[in-house]
């Protein structure tokens, strides 16, 4: 695919989702975050963003925007004019997910790099103000874990302190915070090691033609995996009383993973 039209393509995908014939959307999702959210395309297939599992779980008045980017961090995407993108088109009563930590550990990287305890906060800080000077309502997701087991397959944590400080965070600013990590750290521990690989862009040679030698990656998922991660974002919402009951559907319904489109 050329680059124009990735472009092309990232932009037409980060527009509100609204169904034929839904009728107008009251209040939109905005979405912030990184690739383990973000809308693929189709070369990318079967490489699937949670964000594009959730209008799956949302009644159809609210819409979805998804501006999560592969390889962003909470200091890049506002570096690159991303976040003041997302803030100009927030209105009164729309919910704006801020979920990052993935790429904020890139130490070796002074462009997305950030320290759990201070810059980290201090960006994230940023999408809480401007959502809340907008009237719209911030909600911090800590970052989705990865699928990593110890030598006794159990599953272990991988994002340091950045949930800690993002609970810390969300505890200290009155933020609703959905804690993602522990919910999908949790959700693969009850899977174990080899069914949790279902979940995750785990391919054999032949399987996909985008990979026809295979692949095995731990940290973004297939088509499965992100309709379950979705699940868990707006049934956390739902718990957390940022949507209400109205708002949500199928949370105890299966999803097909052939929903999905790229």
């Known amino acids: 695919m050329?680059?124009?039209?990735?472009?092309?393509?990232?932009a037409l995908a980060a527009l509100p989702l609204v169904p034929p014939g839904a009728g107008p959307r009251t209040r939109t999702v905005w979405i912030t975050g990184d690739s383990t959210a973000a809308r693929k395309t189709p070369d990318e297939a079967p490489e699937t963003g949670w964000g594009m599992a959730l209008p799956f779980f949302l009644t159809p008045h609210l819409a979805v925007a998804n501006h999560a980017v592969n390889g962003r961090s909470s200091r890049s995407f506002v570096g690159e004019g991303r976040l003041g993108t997302v803030l100009a088109g927030l209105r009164p009563g729309d919910l704006l997910l801020v979920q990052f930590g993935h790429n904020d550990q890139k130490a070796g990287d002074p462009a997305r790099y950030t320290e759990p305890w201070t810059t980290y906060r201090e960006h994230l800080?940023?999408?809480?103000?401007?959502?809340?000077?907008?009237?719209?309502?911030?909600?911090l997701l800590?970052?989705?874990e990865r699928r990593r087991f110890d030598a006794g397959g159990a599953a272990v944590p991988t994002h340091g302190e950045y949930p800690a400080a993002m609970r810390a965070l969300a505890a200290e600013e009155d933020v609703a915070l959905v804690d993602v990590q522990a919910a999908s750290l949790a959700e693969w521990r009850r899977l174990g090691p080899e069914a949790s690989k279902a979940y995750f862009t785990w391919l054999a040679p032949g399987e996909s033609p985008n990979h026809p030698d295979?692949?095995?990656?731990?940290?973004?998922?297939?088509?499965?995996?992100?309709?379950?991660v979705a699940r868990l974002v707006a049934a956390g919402?739902?718990?957390?009383?940022?949507?209400?009951?109205?708002?949500?559907r199928r949370l105890d319904e299966p999803v097909p993973a052939a929903w999905i489109t790229y």
């Open 214 to 228: 295979g692949k095995q990656d731990n940290t973004h998922f297939r088509p499965r995996g992100a309709i379950e």
């Open 125 to 139: 800080l940023r999408y809480v103000a401007g959502a809340r000077a907008r009237g719209a309502r911030p909600v």
């Open 237 to 248: 919402l739902r718990e957390r009383a940022v949507l209400a009951a109205r708002d949500v």
């Open 2 to 10: 050329s680059l124009s039209r990735r472009r092309t393509v990232a």
């Open 142 to 144: 800590t970052p989705v």
